[in-house]
């Protein structure tokens, strides 16, 4: 492609979306349609063409917009009018009054401004408001002329400076700083080298880097196409999870859509640049998302993680320097060369700049997908853009980081949410689900059953996370089925301490986080169960009856 | 092993299998990719199909079975009639689904992970389909139940069963 096509492409959209007044984005993400949003979308296109008002008002498809919990969603520009729980039927008026009469329909207006206030979408700023199987959309909204900016005008160091400047650190989880690594690459001899996205989201309960996939591709391709060209590299992966049939449509659509208008593939932007893309599919390995395990896993290998060093950064895939780089940190990248790495390391707390993604999901009013800049509390997070656990019963903990994330009491809910200050907590930041408990939930068995997901996900390669984390899961199935002793407790805390330590990879370093967080915090519970055989929150000792009632 | 190999070789899915693998350049790293598609097409890798796949890409068979046993996404066994996945997502757990699974099992006579006697039901436990928002979810043959209870799942579970009895009388 030539430089100024690009330019010629987004005018020529800005053109299409000046000849009709109203624009109805339905969110078809997969939080929205099994709720029905495609029936919604064909019913708004049904019903535009039946008012006659084809002209005046165009119907896309768009990704999230956040509101997961009362899907479908709908966004009417301009005026960014978010219908909520849009039926077929309400399709109907909305056509009617808001584009015909041009009255927005008060009755099904989303009143909950809380869940935005707080928010700052910046790597979300298209979600939900552009057709994320049409680049043309994309670049309208200033999509690419970040890549167009680092090739035309910036050396491949320039793009790392800027990077380093800005703090961004990766989002995959360890927070490693992303220009540092950038730098490794780079320094790296090659050709070849490779680049990898990471987006094997495996973690139960979180989905912030699919909706990112499924309602913005192209922002993950053009980051990682600048960070292809500032480590030098020729040829990039995007490994995702095969349960996401969704993003791998949308992610191979678009690859193919960019492929086919020369924003990816020789010499780009005329310049000497040539990159590639590939998508490959996980086949549900949680540990995949290992760094070296995904790329045992591209190279068609079990997902297995190896020692290291050597780090991926001098030998990954078939032995070459490889960056790896979850989706969510290279979508930042775009936003950091067109503003600056200054402008980006203002945004957040000083010794963690950007925002973050998280799906926040669980026992509370508002869940959906989120993005909060760093440093914001846990509080401002469950009450302020969750607004709370439903009416009636009592916030007990909340869950960050993944399976192998902590469990937070309420006397911690004013911590900010940084990586140093979640570690520091015994959570982690892992790539971004905060799940809420309240008191019906049993911190004992909540314990069994992210140990019990560590247990069947673990690759079995060291023995401390194949034997040790079996070993947690039967001490805590002997708890709540009541043949629990105090001894078990030392015995838990010393298991999870060595297995922490002893560990080969992030899935043995962090699976006992659950446990020994809730020892730490919810300790009180395991004793009940242990002295008074009680279960607080009635939920265990039922196992062992319904065994007993069987024989 | 003869015979098995005939019934491969005159089937379609066998040559969009091997169009796959071509276009793959029987690339030993693209196995993964290739096994993804084998299960797309014949709904589950048998021992003959990977053999099949395990010579055509010049692997060792112990390779190829070692990655399909690896990864859960691949079913080594004829799935039932009918399929249902309980997610067990943490949104789902924390939301009740144990308790789904464990009726399914009851009222249905099926493990997790297995299929009933009559190869009727099978019943699977999944880790997250993402749509945490409307835990729990069950999905019944690649309908996604949301907000699920154990009464809206077992109607909707004995409706199919029911009706495929009626249809084979």
């Known amino acids: 492609m030539k430089p100024d096509e690009l330019k010629r492409i987004a005018e020529k959209e800005f053109e299409l979306r000046r000849s009709y007044v109203h624009r109805i984005n339905v969110c078809c993400s997969s939080g929205c349609v099994p709720f029905g949003a495609l029936k919604v979308l064909k019913a708004f296109e049904d019903a535009v063409r039946e008012f006659n008002v084809e002209g005046k008002c165009k119907v896309a498809r768009t990704g999230c917009i956040g509101t997961c919990y009362v899907g479908p969603a709908v966004l009417v520009e301009p005026g960014d009018y978010l219908y909520q729980s849009v039926t077929p039927e309400t399709a109907y008026e909305i ?8 009255k927005p329909v008060k009755h099904l207006l989303y009143a909950n401004e809380g869940f935005f206030k707080k928010q700052l979408r910046l790597v979300l700023r298209n979600a939900g408001k552009i057709d994320p199987f049409r680049v043309e959309d994309y670049i309208a909204f200033g999509g690419y002329s970040a890549l167009l900016k680092a090739l035309t005008s910036m ?56 909706t990112l996939a499924e309602a913005d591709p192209h922002s993950i391709i053009e980051g990682m196409t600048i960070a292809a060209y500032a480590v030098g590299a020729e040829q990039g992966y995007i490994y995702i999870r095969g349960e996401y049939p969704l993003a791998v449509q949308t992610l191979r659509k678009a690859i193919d859509h960019v492929g086919s208008i020369g924003l990816i593939g020789r010499n780009i932007f005329e310049t000497s640049f040539s990159f590639n893309v590939e998508l490959r599919l996980g086949a549900g390995a949680f540990v995949a998302g290992e ?9 068609g290998r079990r997902a297995m993680p190896r020692p290291r060093p050597p780090y991926p950064a001098s030998s990954g895939l078939w032995g070459k320097p490889t960056l790896i780089n979850n989706v969510e940190t290279l979508a930042n990248i775009p936003l950091i060369i067109l503003n600056g790495g200054a402008w980006f390391s203002k945004i957040g707390m000083p010794s963690c700049t950007g925002t973050k993604c998280f799906s926040l999901t669980g026992k509370i009013k508002n869940p959906g997908l989120i993005e909060v800049p760093m440093g914001i509390t846990l509080r401002d997070v469950v009450f302020n853009i969750g607004d709370g656990v439903p009416e009636g019963r009592k916030f007990k903990t909340v869950q960050v980081g993944g399976p192998s994330g902590g469990c937070l009491p309420v006397e911690l809910l004013d911590l900010s949410i940084d990586y140093d200050s979640l570690t520091k907590a015994g959570a982690i930041m892992g790539s971004g689900g905060i799940v809420v408990m309240d008191d019906e939930s049993c911190m004992v068995d909540t314990a069994k059953f992210f140990t019990e997901f560590c247990v069947d996900e673990s690759c079995g390669k060291c023995t401390p996370c194949r034997i040790g984390l079996f070993k947690m899961y039967k001490v805590l199935e002997g708890i709540t089925c009541g043949e629990g002793t105090l001894e078990d407790l030392t015995q838990l805390e010393d298991l999870g301490n060595f297995i922490k330590e002893a560990s080969l990879c992030g899935l043995g370093q962090t699976g006992p986080n659950p446990v020994l967080t809730t020892l730490r915090y919810f300790r009180d519970e395991y004793i009940s169960h242990i002295v008074e055989r009680k279960c607080p929150a009635g939920k265990c000792f039922k196992a062992q009856r319904k065994e007993e009632v069987e024989t | 092993m003869e015979i098995s190999q005939i019934a491969l070789k005159s089937d379609k899915r066998q040559l969009m299998l091997e169009a796959a693998m071509k276009q793959h350049q029987y690339r030993k790293d693209s196995l993964i990719e290739i096994l993804n598609t084998a299960q797309e097409l014949y709904g589950y890798l048998d021992k003959d199909l990977l053999l099949y796949i395990s010579r055509s890409l010049h692997l060792p068979s112990s390779h190829v079975y070692g990655v399909a046993s690896f990864y859960n996404l ?24 144990e308790e789904i699974l464990s009726a399914i099992e009851r009222e249905f006579n099926v493990r997790r992970g297995e299929t009933n006697v009559n190869n009727r039901l099978s019943l699977f436990v999944t880790r997250c389909i993402g749509a945490c928002a409307m835990a729990p979810n069950v999905i019944v043959n690649g309908e996604v139940i949301g907000k699920a209870t154990k009464e809206v799942v077992a109607n909707s579970l004995s409706a199919l069963l029911e009706v495929r009895i009626v249809e084979a009388r």
């Open chain 1, 291 to 299: 760094e070296t395990a995904i790329l045992a896993s591209i190279e």
């Open chain 1, 155 to 210: 050396n491949p160091l320039e793009v790392i400076e800027n990077v380093i400047t800005s703090g961004l650190r990766g989002r995959g989880g360890a927070g490693f700083p992303a220009g540092l690594k950038l730098s490794f690459v780079a320094k790296a001899p090659g050709p070849p080298k490779y680049i990898v996205a990471n987006l094997d989201e495996g973690d139960p309960g979180v989905f912030a880097n699919r």
């Open chain 1, 95 to 102: 056509i009617r009054e808001h584009v015909v009469d041009e």
């Open chain 2, 74 to 97: 691949f079913k080594l066994r004829k799935p039932g009639v009918h399929m249902v996945n309980v997610c067990m997502g943490t949104a789902c757990y924390v939301k009740g689904a």
